[in-house]
Every structure is written in structure tokens, then in C-alpha cells.
């Protein structure tokens, strides 16, 4: 009978060990999953920023690139604005027209200078001339235009000046 309370005894406490034993296997295995959990999260977490990121770059080359195409047009919008004040062609006219329209679907808006207080962002002085009011802008010698809100181009304009 000793023996017997002798062999559960040791069978017992190899159960137990065997227990003790897996109990820090699945120990070790639920860390390991909780680490490779964090890993994923981590590495999910950083491709997300990658895609915005990259997803951002691209819509700032795409804008810088538009914008580098419409301020090649600029110089032939000021040869049609100065076409149209030497002559009344109804085909001038019409390209003018659809020109000017094919830029503002692209988001290129004129900015109305005259008669507007002057702002050193949406034009440039080029000369100051006497008036009633300060820094009022009589004359637009170079239209300003706009691209989606942005002064792209800048007008060139004379501001009045009260004569002291």
C-alpha cells in the first residue's frame, strides 16, 4: 500500500510538473502571440502613413505639375487680352471665350484688381500715381489669375496716392 500512495505520489507530481510545464509553454505562447499581435499592429499601422503619405506626394507633384502647364499659357491669355483691344474678330472672340473657359474648369480664376484695396499677395506695384484715396489700385497693367483659391500669378498694378 506504501507503494502504491508511493507510485501516485510520484505520478502525481509528474502530473503536476507536466501541468506546470505547459501552463508556462502556453505562457510563453500567448506572449509570443501578444508580441507578434504588436509587430502586425505596428507594421499595419506604418503602411497606412506609407499610403497617405504617398497618397498626398502625389496630389502635390499632380498640383505643382498643373500649375508649371497653366503659367506656360499665361504670356498667350496677355497676347489675346492685347488681340482683343486692336480688333473685334467674332473668331478671336470665340477662341478667347473657350480658352478662358478650359482654364477656369482647371480651376484658374481672374482676380478683379481694380478699384480694390491693394494687397502686396495678389498683385505687385508697379508704379504709384496721385488719387483721392491710399493704396487703392486705379489700373491693372497684368491681370492676376488664381488656381483653386492660390494666387499663381501675381497682376501688376498702379496704386493711387493722396497728394499731400
Partial sequence: MAKKQT???????????????????????????????SHYLRALADYKNLENRTRIEREQMRDTIKKQIIEQFFPVLDNLDQAEVFTTDPGLQMISKSFRQTLK????????????????????????????????????????????????????????????
Fill in 7 to 37: 507510485e501516485k505520489t510520484n505520478e502525481e507530481n509528474q502530473i503536476e510538473q507536466d501541468f506546470e510545464s505547459l501552463q508556462k509553454q502556453l505562457a510563453e505562447s500567448q506572449k509570443q502571440v501578444e508580441e507578434m499581435k
Fill in 105 to 164: 474648369d482647371l480651376g484658374v480664376e481672374e482676380v478683379e484688381l481694380v478699384d480694390t484695396e491693394y494687397d502686396p499677395h495678389a498683385a505687385e506695384v508697379v508704379e504709384v500715381v496721385d488719387g483721392e484715396q491710399d493704396n487703392i489700385i486705379v489700373e491693372v497693367l497684368q491681370k492676376a489669375y488664381t488656381l483653386n483659391g492660390t494666387v499663381i500669378r501675381p497682376g501688376r498694378v498702379k496704386v493711387s496716392k493722396v497728394k499731400s
